[in-house]
């Protein structure tokens, strides 16, 4: 991806406030001269085609590296705080560096990798001049510094796999759905929302070999909906998905690696279409969405929380898969007083802290850019 996409992307970001989303303040006051000339000369020092500069800070280091790097190297300001870059977006209107901002450190993480910008080619630079980093800024540093990239490649060794999914009789393009299965799938599970399972349901499944169909109301509780599909999940591994979501090609060519691989758990970026089939959601939190989806099973594995349930248990050696997405459907497939319903449920079973709302609108991107890399997985930290 060029790197002009960075600043594409916090230019849509920019332009919405969404939510109540309660941004930690870090202070920023310039330097003293000695550090700051410090701070630039570390920079220049260094032979390499990217400088990333994690805050925007006071201002001043950057316009300093903006000035005194040569060319040939490009200046990346990563910001989560969206006053704060809104503020370095009125210095850089000759844009001199690439502002990539966004209040998520998983989407600025891999915004920069898929961009081909890794800390084997890039100076990574604390600015000095904010006192202090907040959870996302050390989140951010964590994972461009500490994730390790391993090679995805095919293997003849097999694993076991169990596709399992919570469908409802009411879902949309149910056939669509059935036509998404993984085919190295070794046996499919799906529980429908209901006191029986429905025969018209069922019959769209007939071409899956080997299928268990479970009938469970959901009662706007999902970790109780998933744990049962994982109490009738008899394989090694299991990959979970969603009735409105859909397997990437790019996913479907690697689920035969990752299986082959000493893996405990797998998350993979979830692209939300909106507004339309060219279109995700971005920003504060809405990309990439990383979904905990591929997993090895075990005694303590299990859902907790009715809703944005979390998936407890696992083993240690997790892994994030970029390059290679689940599709999110929910905004074709669903009218605005359907999207409404399904937030009123997700209200009812939440704790009172935490409200659903419907924004009027969102900030998108074109998925050419976010289709941006070969399918790569790293190692967590």
Same mark, same amino acid.
């Not at 989407?107 to 891999?110: F, G, K, R, S």
């Not at 599970?189 to 018209?200: A, K």
């Not at 005694?299 to 696992?314: C, M, S």
């Given at each position: 991806?060029?790197?002009?996409t960075?600043?594409?992307?916090?230019?849509?970001?920019?332009?919405?406030?969404?939510?109540?989303?309660?941004e930690?303040?870090?202070?920023s006051?310039p330097?003293? !001269?000695?550090m700051e000339?410090?701070?630039?000369?570390?920079?220049?020092?260094?032979?390499?085609?990217?400088v990333?500069?994690?805050?925007?800070?006071?201002?001043q280091?950057?316009?300093?590296?903006a000035?005194?790097?040569?060319?040939?190297?490009? &200046?990346?300001?990563?910001?989560?705080?969206?006053?704060v870059?809104?503020q370095?977006?009125?210095?850089?209107?000759?844009?001199?560096?690439?502002?990539?901002?966004?209040?998520s450190?998983m989407?600025?993480?891999?915004l920069?990798i898929?961009s081909?910008?890794?800390?084997?080619n890039?100076?990574?630079?604390?600015?000095?001049?904010?006192? =202090?980093?907040?959870?996302?800024?050390?989140?951010?540093?964590?994972?461009f510094?500490?994730?390790?990239?391993?090679?995805?490649?095919a !293997?003849?060794?097999?694993?076991?796999?169990?596709?399992a999914?919570?469908? !409802?009789?009411?879902?949309?393009?149910?056939?669509?759905?059935?036509?998404?299965?993984?085919?190295?799938?070794?046996?499919t599970? &799906?529980?429908?929302? =209901?006191?029986?399972?429905?025969?018209?349901g069922c019959a769209l499944?007939d071409?899956?070999?080997?299928?268990t169909?479970l009938?469970?109301?959901l009662n706007s509780?999902?970790?109780?909906?998933?744990?049962?599909?994982?109490?009738h999940?008899?394989?090694?591994?299991v990959?979970?998905? @969603?009735? @409105?979501e859909?397997?990437?090609?790019?996913?479907?060519d690697?689920?035969?690696?990752?299986?082959?691989?000493?893996l405990?758990?797998v998350?993979?970026?979830? &692209?939300?279409l909106?507004?339309?089939?060219?279109n995700?959601k971005?920003?504060?939190?809405?990309?990439?969405d990383?979904?905990?989806?591929?997993?090895?099973?075990g005694?303590?594995?299990?859902?907790?929380?009715?809703?944005?349930?979390?998936?407890? =248990?696992?083993g240690?050696?997790?892994?994030?898969v970029? =390059?290679?997405?689940?599709?999110?459907?929910?905004?074709l497939?669903?009218?605005q007083?359907?999207l409404? @319903?399904k937030?009123?449920?997700?209200?009812?079973?939440a704790?009172?802290?935490?409200?659903?709302?419907l924004?009027?609108?969102?900030?998108?991107?074109?998925?050419? @850019?976010l289709?941006?890399?070969?399918? !790569?997985?790293?190692?967590?930290p």
């Open positions: 991806m060029n790197l002009s960075l600043s594409r992307y916090s230019d849509v970001v920019l332009r919405y406030t969404l939510g109540h989303v309660q930690e303040k870090t202070p006051s330097l003293s !001269s000695r000339d410090r701070l630039v000369k570390t920079a220049l020092r260094h032979n390499l085609p990217h990333v500069v994690a805050g925007f800070g006071a201002g280091v950057v316009a300093r590296l000035q005194e790097l040569p060319k040939e190297v490009a &200046l990346i300001v990563v910001e989560w705080d969206t006053n870059a809104r370095a977006q009125i210095q850089n209107t000759d844009r001199a560096f690439f502002l990539l901002a966004d209040t450190a989407a600025l993480y891999c920069l898929q081909g910008v890794r800390p084997e890039t100076l990574y630079l604390d600015n000095s001049e904010i006192k =202090g980093q907040n959870k996302t800024a050390r989140t951010f540093r964590r994972l510094l500490q994730a390790k990239p391993v090679p995805l490649q !293997s003849s060794r097999s694993r076991e796999i169990t596709f999914a919570i469908v !409802s009789p009411n879902e949309p393009k149910l056939s669509e759905f059935a036509k998404t299965i993984p085919p190295l799938a070794n046996e599970v &799906l529980v429908w929302d =209901g006191e029986t399972v429905p025969t018209q499944f071409a899956i070999p080997n299928v169909h009938a469970r109301p509780n999902f970790s109780a909906q998933r744990n049962h599909l994982l109490a999940c008899h394989s090694e591994f990959f979970m998905l @969603d009735a @409105d859909r397997v990437s090609p790019a996913l479907q690697i689920l035969p690696a990752l299986a082959a691989m000493d405990d758990l998350y993979f970026q979830r &692209l939300t909106y507004p339309d089939a060219h995700a971005i920003g504060y939190g809405l990309w990439p990383m979904q905990p989806r591929f997993f090895r099973m005694e303590d594995v299990h859902y907790r929380q009715p809703i944005h349930e979390r998936l407890i =248990g696992t240690p050696r997790v892994g994030i970029l =390059g290679a997405p689940i599709v999110h459907l929910q905004s497939l669903k009218d007083s359907a409404a @319903d937030l009123r449920g997700f209200n009812e079973a704790p009172a802290h935490l409200r659903h709302q924004s009027e609108a969102y900030p998108s991107f074109p998925l050419a @850019d289709f941006i890399s070969p399918p !790569s997985l790293y190692l967590l």
